[in-house]
């Protein structure tokens, strides 16, 4: 009976050894979906916004390039935003414009306007893992979060500058992402992003984005935070790119029809 | 009393003015030298010729922005060719815009199309054939365009009442026949000539995947056809003739995962034979190659004309293949590469290079180069066999 008992008892020990890693994963991937939810529920309702941005390159040298760009965007509730993007420097692009309607499951839609020739073309959406204007941001990074783009895994809970965190990983769903996972650090109080650390398709670390300076807006009642200092730094380059965003305004009256080809024709 | 009351109103407008109404100005000007690689084929053409260009821009908008006002003057001077030397207004526009439709008024440019190594749905502008060989330079065109959008797409109506006649290379320029192309001989069918009022429809909406364009055209046919002025034994000429014609336009595009699969045709009636004429191919992108950050995009376009005969009309039964190489680097450098052959004829055949980076936020160097082919004397490029050059074009920015 002794024995049997014993056998038993390392038999349950060896079972719980065994379930712990899959039952720890069910839990702490309903735990980062859940995080991922709060974030993404914690950013609705801000209906639309203009900006004005100033996006400053870096290479490995220390070398520097200035762009100033405005990005409209609207809110959509059932899918990924629209987003408008009007380039003012340099001034060979000046006037360039380029539209693109996210979506959380399918390919996103993307159209660039080309001033000189008077030509809007269609981009392939496939190729989000590209370089956006030469910056070290991907076209994916400056698409919305949606919740459906990723599978989610709680990591742990840490301090991050002070303040609580939750980190969690999130896999990209699409194969055509440039990415294999990404760290996200969320802060607990606000649910803002506070630094990401974005790994390549060998797994390599690739480059980390931290979101500085966050400031709080009012719309209709409902408080929203926006960064105003992004900075993207490459580990593999050790190239990096800062994105500062100017007078940064709310519910500005605009409709899905500022966002299609008319508007891209006639943005400047 | 008259005068104070008249300087304070002058006063009153000017302050209105520069502040409901602030001027935006801008443009550009280049400084661009050709070099032929090959002896000219016509006595009194040049090896080399240097020209600059300026294109500079105003722009104001009122009622917040839904009325704005474009102005836009293009001129060249070059060293060798009068008739390279030349002026344009490109654009000299009012844009009104309101929630459903808008209006443009004035000199406009409008471009249609998908494809890449041919334009044939485009039809609303007249090319500026000296300013490059590849024709994608166009002239102003006078227009009244009316335009409505929906979730159903696009429509769009324009009135076009003046007719601007295409330009061409000087007996001191190189890129031409060998006799002379006298512009001011044109002959046409309308006898209100440049004054025949032509109209255009067109409707375009995305329906996911797909851009599709329906168009329509009537009036004065952009591209002409060419005659020798027989009369004239001692000193003969070529005279564009101006028909009037129909045209049928169709241009899809299709985003396929890293694909784009892009169609146009064109069904023409009115010229010395009514014609189907058709280009088709895809573009493919690959992003991050062999672990850099460049993109290297490849085309493939097939391009078909019924047309046995006519000076313009090169893509009779002819492939296009292409590269499009970004370096996605901080001077947003690019580089063209396309090869035209004529599956006919296998003498025949053009290539180009079309590079280009910045050296500072202002100023953007571009090199490109074209190379012609042919052994048949009765097609486009046996006039312009010798013409294969490189051209360096040094523009600024203000």
Do not use: C
């Not at chain 1, 790994?199 to 926006?226: A, C, H, I, P």
């Not at chain 2, 000007?29 to 090959?38: D, H, I, N, P």
């Not at chain 2, 696009?154 to 009135?159: D, L, M, N, Q, V």
């Not at chain 2, 056809?225 to 001692?234: F, G, K, W, Y």
């Amino acid at each position: 009976m002794q024995y049997l008992k014993r056998i038993n008892s390392w038999f349950l020990l060896v079972a719980v050894a065994l379930a712990m890693p899959a039952f720890a994963d069910e839990k702490s991937e309903k735990q980062g979906l859940k995080i991922a939810k709060e974030r993404k529920d914690r950013d609705r309702g801000w209906q639309n916004s203009v900006a004005e941005i100033t996006m400053i390159l870096r290479n490995a040298s220390g070398q520097e390039a200035t762009r100033e760009m405005r990005v409209d965007t609207l809110e959509m509730e059932e899918d990924g935003d629209k987003a408008l993007t009007v380039f003012d420097s340099p001034r060979d692009v000046s006037g360039t414009a380029f539209l693109s309607f996210s979506h959380a499951m399918e390919p996103d839609e993307q159209w660039i306007y080309l001033p000189a020739i008077k030509r809007v073309k269609r981009i392939a959406s496939r190729n989000k893992s590209g370089p956006f204007m030469s910056s070290e941001f991907a076209f994916e990074d400056m698409t919305s979060f949606e919740v459906e783009k990723f599978k989610y895994d709680f990591l742990r809970e840490d301090t991050y500058q002070g303040d609580k965190v939750f980190v969690i990983e999130q896999i990209p769903q699409d194969e055509f992402s440039g990415y294999s996972k990404q760290i996200v650090w969320i802060d607990q109080k606000h649910y803002r992003v506070r630094k990401v650390d974005f790994f390549d398709k060998k797994g390599d670390e690739l480059k980390t984005l931290e979101f500085e300076e966050y400031e709080s807006y009012e719309v209709d009642g409902t408080t929203f935070w926006r960064p105003q200092r992004s900075y993207m730094y490459n580990h593999q380059t050790g190239k990096s790119t800062e994105l500062v965003t100017e007078n940064l305004k709310f519910k500005q009256d605009l409709d899905e029809s500022d966002f299609d080809k008319n508007s891209l024709r006639r943005a400047r | 009393m008259i005068k104070p009351k008249l300087t304070v109103m002058a006063a009153l407008v000017a302050a209105s003015f520069s502040s409901q109404a602030e001027v935006e100005l801008g443009g550009s000007t280049s400084f661009e030298g050709r070099y032929f690689l090959q002896d000219a084929a016509y006595p009194g053409q040049p090896r080399t010729q240097a020209s600059i260009a300026i294109e500079p821009e105003a722009y104001t908008e009122w009622n917040d922005g839904q009325d704005s006002l474009l102005f836009k003057p293009f001129a060249r001077l070059d060293n060798q060719d009068d008739e390279r030397t030349h002026w344009d207004v490109r654009e000299l526009q009012w844009l009104h815009v309101a929630d459903e439709w808008e209006t443009r008024v004035g000199i406009g440019k409008v471009f249609w199309g998908q494809t890449e190594s041919l334009h044939l749905v485009d039809i609303i502008n007249q090319t500026d054939m000296v300013e490059q060989v590849d024709g994608e330079d166009k002239l102003g065109q006078p227009m009244v365009n009316f335009t409505t959008y929906g979730d159903w797409g696009t429509a769009s109506a324009y009135i076009l009442p003046y007719f601007r006649e295409r330009t061409f290379p000087g007996v001191d320029g190189r890129l031409r026949p060998p006799l002379p192309i006298v512009s001011d001989r044109a002959q046409y069918e309308s006898d209100a000539e440049q004054n025949h009022i032509d109209f255009a429809l067109r409707y375009q909406n995305s329906f996911g995947d797909y851009e599709v364009g329906l168009s329509y055209f009537n009036g004065t046919t952009r591209e002409p056809e060419l005659s020798v002025a027989q009369e004239e034994i001692t000193d003969p000429y070529i005279f564009p003739y101006y028909a009037q014609i129909q045209q049928f336009g169709l241009d899809m595009l299709k985003v396929q995962g890293s694909w784009l699969l892009k169609f146009e045709g064109i069904y023409r009636e009115g010229q010395s034979e009514d014609f189907l004429a058709a280009v088709a191919g895809f573009e493919r992108t690959a992003v991050g190659v062999l672990g850099t950050t460049h993109d290297l995009g490849f085309l493939m376009e097939y391009q078909y004309d019924e047309r046995e005969n006519n000076f313009f009309a090169t893509g009779q039964n002819d492939l296009m293949a292409g590269v499009r190489w970004s370096f996605n680097d901080i001077d947003g450098t690019e580089v063209l590469a396309g090869f035209v052959q004529d599956l006919d004829e296998s003498a025949t055949y053009n290539a180009f290079v079309e590079a280009s980076s910045r050296i500072t936020d202002n100023w953007r160097w571009k090199v490109d180069a074209y190379l012609f082919s042919s052994d048949d004397e009765t097609d486009t490029f046996y006039y312009m066999r010798r013409d294969d050059h490189l051209q360096v074009t040094l523009e600024y920015f203000f």
